[in-house]
């Protein structure tokens, strides 16, 4: 992929081993270099061989970043509480030095970045499907492809300890030197599988208990998940189906995480935060119609979807937690009055983003937590709706409804939030879906709405539920 190692990065690697072993401390050199576009898949597909078990791969609805990482150079990992996580990752990420040699302007998704993510909450006990995953979970890879602005960049990360000899680490550049790119994309269907509804009628039940709590006063809202579990009679495979999300749904964000044996997939239309330099930007998703048939259906769902009280409650309590917390870490917060409407490919959204630039002391991952969850996973008040989760929801959520995403050395990234998703682990598939329950929620509806937002995962993996 790159054509020589020039004297520059030799010199960097023998100054990051000298600065290594002066402050017996870790140095990470990254060579950026920009190459002939590449297929994001392909590339993906490529690491199957040397780093399975380690890639990811992210994509933007925008197009503006597509981002596939190789490798494993360096794991971020606690399993720690609630907001000393965050606190963790950034002071271990924030500990490290880096040095970038580029050839060309600083790009923005290139250089040495983190991607990963967190559970939903610390505090549920777990359960088996997600044992492999930790409360928070990040790699820097150690070769990664990122497409922006029709353009490929190839970064090279390597971790450079006081032990590390010189030699050793140029071969570890070296190895990448004029690798050639031969691979077959086949997104052919045909995969059979049965599918089980786990707990269908416990979830009815706990949607009916929320309402009647809700009208107890005890909180105003409270997202309630539930679980599919299908078998396949083929393995599946996460190239496959990343490509087909992506083609199926290109107007949300793509992300795949391997860890180990398993993938957490998903196609979400709902961004947690965006931080670039001092911009941030957040998005309020909450409030759920179906898509029309024809145009003229579809118009007449997307008003009813804008005038509904009981969709329009559901929303403004993402708004106003959102806002507040802008609020407090932001200057020149900017919020529409009203929502307008998100149409993706299986649904309607209500959608209010809300825009600000950070205040010094607030870094992404500090957003992150103050923001997660938010009312469009969790509900309001935050902590009565999460212990009611707890007690009422009848599943594990692990990564599902939680913050995924990169951050740079720059303190710029974004996360979403890990929605129609699923985990994956041979051939096998765990999908999840939930929805706001408000006072004037009815279970059949929402157990419909829970039907429609699974649909994306099972049309990507080859069959779309009967309705
Ligand atoms: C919790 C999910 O969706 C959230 C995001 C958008 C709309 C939602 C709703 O209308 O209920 C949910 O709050 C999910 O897709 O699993
Ligand atoms: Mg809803």
């Not at 000393?84 to 580029?102: A, D, G, P, Q, T």
């Not at 600083?106 to 559970?119: D, M, R, V």
């Not at 029709?150 to 570890?172: A, F, M, R, V």
Request: hydrophobic share 35%.
């Amino acid at each position: 992929m790159l054509t020589t190692l020039d004297d520059t990065i030799k010199d960097n690697i023998q100054h990051a081993l000298e600065e290594a072993k002066k402050s017996h401390q870790s140095v990470i050199v990254s060579r950026i270099k920009e190459v002939d576009a590449i297929d994001p898949l392909h590339f993906f597909s490529s690491g199957e061989e040397s780093w399975l078990g380690e890639r990811f791969f992210w994509s933007t609805p925008t197009d503006d970043y597509t981002m596939v990482g190789l490798g494993n150079e360096l794991v971020l990992e606690n399993h720690l509480d609630n907001s000393e996580r965050f606190r963790e990752i950034e002071k271990e990420w924030k500990r490290l030095n880096k040095r970038v040699v580029s050839d060309h302007h600083k790009i923005i998704g290139t250089g040495p970045l983190l991607f990963g993510g967190f559970s939903f909450d610390p505090l549920k006990e777990k359960s088996s499907i997600w044992d492999a995953f930790s409360e928070a979970k990040f790699v820097l890879p150690t070769i990664m492809l990122t497409a922006t602005n029709n353009k490929s960049y190839i970064t090279i990360n390597k971790l450079i300890t006081p032990y590390d000899k010189l030699e050793t680490c140029i071969q570890h550049f070296e190895q990448f030197v004029g690798e050639n790119q031969n691979y077959h994309l086949d997104c052919e269907k045909g995969n059979e599988f049965a599918s089980i509804e786990l707990k269908t009628t416990e979830w009815v039940e706990a949607v009916q208990k929320a309402t009647a709590d809700i009208h107890k006063n005890e909180m105003d809202k409270v997202v309630l998940a539930r679980e599919v579990h299908l078998e396949f009679t083929e393995k599946i495979d996460p190239y496959q189906l990343v490509g087909r999300l992506q083609k199926e749904q290109p107007t949300s964000f793509i992300f795949g995480f391997e860890n180990g044996m398993q993938y957490f997939i998903g196609a979400t239309p709902e961004r947690l935060v965006k931080k670039k330099e001092n911009q941030v930007l957040s998005t309020c998703l909450a409030g759920s119609i179906k898509r029309g048939t024809t145009t003229y259906e579809d118009n007449v769902l997307g008003q009813q979807l804008l005038q509904d009280d009981k969709n329009l409650n559901e929303h403004n309590i993402v708004v106003k937690m959102i806002k507040e917390v802008f609020k407090d870490c932001c200057y020149d917060v900017e919020v529409p009055n009203d929502p307008a409407l998100l149409k993706i490919k299986n649904i309607q959204h209500l959608y209010t983003p809300v825009k600000g630039f950070a205040k010094e002391d607030q870094t992404l991952l500090s957003l992150v937590e103050k923001l997660h969850p938010t009312p469009a996973l969790g509900g309001f008040p935050q902590v009565k709706a999460i212990e009611k989760i707890r007690e009422l929801e009848p599943m594990h959520r692990g990564w599902y409804a939680a913050p995924i995403g990169w951050l740079d050395y720059e303190d710029n990234g974004e996360f979403v939030v890990a929605i129609r998703s699923g985990l994956i682990e041979g051939n096998k598939a765990a999908l999840f879906a939930g929805c706001g329950i408000v006072a004037e929620s009815d279970p059949k509806s929402e157990y419909f709405e829970t039907r429609i937002k699974l649909k994306p995962m099972l049309s990507a993996l080859g069959g779309v539920e009967n309705e």
